[in-house]
């Protein structure tokens, strides 16, 4: 009995490894704190009530902003973990498979987890604000959304205490994830949760779409919406059409691992590369799912903080759908070396250089645009400012990785690491902290400090060359990627101790950017003004935060940069009939805590199937399907606001 029992506990906990215990014990600790700060302060039905049951686009957005600064945090520690390791030759600081799971985990939360939730959160704060909307086209299956997403990132985070992490790599090619080489139940939860968050993404992309399409505000034809809003209408596209690759990929390779099936097993009549052709299907265009909103991002903030409307608006829009359809040409640059001739990689060496031209373009847009500007360096200005030199050198890398032969030396070294981490934290982390820092007013209605923020910038910035400068050497010098160690004599020592100082003052920058979110939320400074940035888009004419129903009258658009126009013709003493138009009713959708407990559903289908728990399994689907139909016979789905609650609400405002 008491070997079962052992059997038991060392299949099902991580064991032997003092950082795994240091990390339940983090765990633990940190849960029974939050239960007790919960229980003592009676919080627990605000929590359900406000926040776990919400639909309201703007609660969700910030649940996904705190979602991606959590995820940011634990990919960090992995990435500190990972150049503590490299630090020196011979480290003992981390066994070869515990290596494996980390920049397998690493890469795996900072995509997915991090830069996708980093963008959704973008998303649900601003678009609607935007185009003039009161809410989201579907607003339950937003929350769905985001709660799909969240409890994946949990399954996925529980492999580290529990079973074990995946460790075949974030791409997790087959047949290295399948059961032969690979037995432990990590990959399981590895494919789980990508397929949970999977359902999620592909259902914000419609809804976005959608929404966008459908909800804009009178006069908002499709040239006059904000730049940002249009970075999303081409980031939703790439989504619909990217992830079902994807979805399919990982549900064969999941057959292969739980039903014994052979889709990715070459000796049985399956074909390994095939896995690697849909993944990278979906996975280069998932580079410019999470890099278009931040170029959105940077359009608003450059034209906002240099007081000029966007240089070349109508190029801008051309190339961000030019983009988003190029992407689709350049997946095989991610595996020249497969062999598949030259005419194949000529293709898709030219389709890559070719998507360098419209980034290109906007970067000199956004330059012609600070050109004679009235130019403030706030932060969010200097999240935008930094972002060229850093994308202008990942680009040009980028240009250097998609000549194929030159590949051949490229492949899999560290170059190619240098690359892709300049452009995506130099593209997309710093969008998402451009956007936040630019937005964080009209989420919370408190100006981060600027002076804790500058010093976070600096530290991560200088951090940011000192540590992926040095890998572009390294990978010259021929080190390749995944390798935990290395022998003395290679002359790689000092560049891996100097790329590990910079990721230390990363860290360092980001410890200073939760401080100054903590300060700022005991004595930030209060926006009273709901337009703090003199801002030229539509959200900054509601006060911070904005109210649920977000407008009480919904505007009229006459021109581009809509509030600006407005602020321009109020100046004027030109006004509009709607402005002075009696209050109405304003129908919005009920708060349901139905999307939570489906995403818990599935969930504990999730991690089941993990441990191939096929009855448990089958409960959690039976629950899935019995939430579908009560949902499909609820018609008590919508409540309306009275005009008299219209009017006190706005007069708390001092806007009637």
């Given at each position: 009995?008491?070997?079962?029992?052992?059997?038991?506990?060392?299949?099902?906990?991580?064991?032997?490894?003092?950082?795994?215990?240091?990390?339940?014990?983090?765990?633990?600790?940190?849960?029974?704190?939050?239960?007790?700060?919960?229980?003592?302060?009676?919080?627990?039905?605000?929590?359900?009530?406000?926040?776990?049951?919400?639909?309201?686009?703007?609660?969700?957005?910030?649940?996904?902003?705190?979602?991606?600064?959590?995820?940011?945090?634990?990919?960090?520690?992995?990435?500190?973990?990972?150049?503590?390791?490299?630090?020196?030759?011979?480290?003992?600081?981390?066994?070869?498979?515990?290596?494996?799971?980390?920049?397998?985990?690493?890469?795996?939360?900072?995509?997915?987890?991090?830069?996708?939730?980093?963008?959704?959160?973008?998303?649900?704060?601003?678009?609607?604000?935007?185009?003039?909307?009161?809410?989201?086209?579907?607003?339950?299956?937003?929350?769905?959304?985001?709660?799909?997403?969240?409890?994946?990132?949990?399954?996925?985070?529980?492999?580290?205490?529990?079973?074990?992490?995946?460790?075949?790599?974030?791409?997790?090619?087959?047949?290295?994830?399948?059961?032969?080489?690979?037995?432990?139940?990590?990959?399981?939860?590895?494919?789980?949760?990508?397929?949970?968050?999977?359902?999620?993404?592909?259902?914000?992309?419609?809804?976005?779409?959608?929404?966008?399409?459908?909800?804009?505000?009178?006069?908002?034809?499709?040239?006059?919406?904000?730049?940002?809003?249009?970075?999303?209408?081409?980031?939703?596209?790439?989504?619909?059409?990217?992830?079902?690759?994807?979805?399919?990929?990982?549900?064969?390779?999941?057959?292969?691992?739980?039903?014994?099936?052979?889709?990715?097993?070459?000796?049985?009549?399956?074909?390994?590369?095939?896995?690697?052709?849909?993944?990278?299907?979906?996975?280069?265009?998932?580079?410019?799912?999470?890099?278009?909103?931040?170029?959105?991002?940077?359009?608003?903030?450059?034209?906002?903080?240099?007081?000029?409307?966007?240089?070349?608006?109508?190029?801008?829009?051309?190339?961000?759908?030019?983009?988003?359809?190029?992407?689709?040409?350049?997946?095989?640059?991610?595996?020249?070396?497969?062999?598949?001739?030259?005419?194949?990689?000529?293709?898709?060496?030219?389709?890559?250089?070719?998507?360098?031209?419209?980034?290109?373009?906007?970067?000199?847009?956004?330059?012609?645009?600070?050109?004679?500007?009235?130019?403030?360096?706030?932060?969010?200005?200097?999240?935008?400012?930094?972002?060229?030199?850093?994308?202008?050198?990942?680009?040009?890398?980028?240009?250097?990785?998609?000549?194929?032969?030159?590949?051949?030396?490229?492949?899999?070294?560290?170059?190619?690491?240098?690359?892709?981490?300049?452009?995506?934290?130099?593209?997309?982390?710093?969008?998402?902290?451009?956007?936040?820092?630019?937005?964080?007013?009209?989420?919370?209605?408190?100006?981060?400090?600027?002076?804790?923020?500058?010093?976070?910038?600096?530290?991560?910035?200088?951090?940011?060359?000192?540590?992926?400068?040095?890998?572009?050497?390294?990978?010259?010098?021929?080190?390749?990627?995944?390798?935990?160690?290395?022998?003395?004599?290679?002359?790689?020592?000092?560049?891996?101790?100097?790329?590990?100082?910079?990721?230390?003052?990363?860290?360092?920058?980001?410890?200073?950017?939760?401080?100054?979110?903590?300060?700022?939320?005991?004595?930030?400074?209060?926006?009273?003004?709901?337009?703090?940035?003199?801002?030229?888009?539509?959200?900054?004419?509601?006060?911070?935060?904005?109210?649920?129903?977000?407008?009480a009258r919904i505007p009229t658009i006459t021109g581009r940069d809509a509030w600006w126009t407005m602020k321009e013709e109020q100046r004027k003493g030109i006004t509009?009939?709607?402005?002075?138009?009696?209050?109405?009713?304003?129908?919005?959708?009920?708060?349901?805590?139905?999307?939570?407990?489906?995403?818990?559903?599935?969930?504990?289908?999730?991690?089941?199937?993990?441990?191939?728990?096929?009855?448990?399994?089958?409960?959690?689907?039976?629950?899935?399907?019995?939430?579908?139909?009560?949902?499909?016979?609820?018609?008590?789905?919508?409540?309306?606001?009275?005009?008299?609650?219209?009017?006190?609400?706005?007069?708390?405002?001092?806007?009637?």
């Amino acid at each position: 009995m008491l070997q079962n029992v052992e059997n038991f506990a060392s299949h099902f906990f991580v064991l032997g490894d003092p950082m795994i215990y240091g990390a339940d014990v983090s765990i633990v600790l940190a849960s029974a704190a939050i239960v007790f700060v919960l229980t003592y302060y009676k919080k627990w039905g605000y929590l359900w009530r406000e926040w776990l049951t919400t639909v309201d686009h703007k609660k969700i957005g910030i649940m996904y902003m705190i979602a991606t600064l959590l995820m940011l945090f634990r990919g960090g520690v992995d990435a500190m973990l990972m150049r503590t390791q490299l630090i020196m030759p011979g480290m003992p600081f981390l066994k070869a498979q515990h290596y494996n799971e980390i920049f397998t985990t690493h890469g795996t939360i900072m995509i997915l987890f991090m830069a996708m939730p980093g963008v959704f959160a973008l998303m649900n704060i601003a678009v609607p604000l935007q185009i003039g909307a009161r809410d989201v086209a579907f607003p339950y299956l937003n929350a769905i959304s985001f709660w799909m997403f969240f409890f994946a990132a949990m399954l996925l985070n529980l492999s580290f205490v529990i079973g074990g992490s995946p460790d075949a790599g974030w791409t997790s090619y087959a047949p290295l994830a399948g059961l032969t080489f690979d037995k432990g139940p990590g990959e399981n939860f590895y494919l789980l949760a990508l397929e949970i968050t999977g359902i999620g993404s592909m259902a914000t992309g419609i809804n976005f779409f959608v929404t966008i399409m459908k909800l804009r505000a009178p006069g908002m034809t499709l040239m006059r919406m904000p730049l940002f809003t249009w970075s999303i209408v081409a980031t939703t596209v790439i989504i619909i059409f990217a992830f079902p690759p994807l979805t399919v990929d990982l549900g064969l390779l999941l057959f292969d691992r739980l039903a014994s099936s052979h889709f990715f097993t070459i000796f049985d009549g399956g074909n390994p590369m095939m896995y690697v052709n849909m993944f990278w299907m979906w996975g280069h265009p998932e580079v410019y799912i999470v890099v278009l909103p931040a170029f959105g991002v940077f359009s608003e903030v450059v034209a906002t903080f240099s007081k000029k409307r966007t240089f070349g608006y109508a190029s801008m829009v051309a190339s961000l759908l030019a983009i988003a359809v190029i992407s689709f040409f350049t997946w095989v640059h991610h595996f020249f070396t497969m062999g598949a001739g030259p005419g194949v990689n000529s293709f898709f060496a030219v389709a890559t250089m070719i998507i360098a031209i419209p980034t290109g373009v906007k970067v000199f847009n956004w330059l012609f645009t600070m050109y004679q500007g009235r130019i403030r360096m706030n932060l969010p200005m200097l999240w935008a400012v930094a972002f060229i030199p850093n994308f202008a050198i990942g680009g040009a890398t980028g240009v250097m990785l998609s000549v194929a032969p030159a590949d051949y030396q490229f492949h899999n070294s560290y170059f190619l690491i240098a690359h892709f981490h300049q452009v995506l934290i130099g593209g997309t982390l710093f969008g998402i902290l451009a956007g936040m820092y630019y937005w964080w007013p009209k989420m919370f209605g408190v100006i981060l400090d600027e002076k804790i923020g500058r010093w976070a910038f600096w530290f991560f910035n200088i951090g940011f060359y000192v540590c992926f400068l040095p890998q572009y050497w390294l990978g010259w010098m021929g080190m390749t990627r995944r390798m935990y160690t290395y022998l003395p004599g290679m002359g790689w020592t000092m560049w891996n101790f100097i790329s590990t100082m910079g990721a230390y003052m990363m860290g360092t920058g980001f410890i200073l950017i939760v401080i100054q979110i903590i300060y700022s939320i005991l004595y930030g400074e209060r926006d009273l003004t709901g337009d703090p940035w003199d801002g030229r888009t539509l959200e900054w004419s509601l006060p911070s935060p904005a109210p649920h129903y977000n407008f009480a009258r919904i505007p009229t658009i006459t021109g581009r940069d809509a509030w600006w126009t407005m602020k321009e013709e109020q100046r004027k003493g030109i006004t509009h009939s709607e402005e002075e138009a009696p209050l109405k009713p304003i129908h919005m959708p009920n708060d349901s805590g139905r999307p939570f407990v489906l995403s818990v559903l599935f969930f504990i289908a999730g991690f089941a199937l993990v441990f191939t728990w096929y009855p448990l399994a089958f409960v959690a689907f039976i629950g899935i399907l019995a939430s579908l139909v009560m949902r499909s016979f609820e018609y008590d789905t919508d409540h309306t606001i009275s005009v008299e609650e219209l009017r006190h609400s706005e007069a708390a405002y001092g806007r009637v």
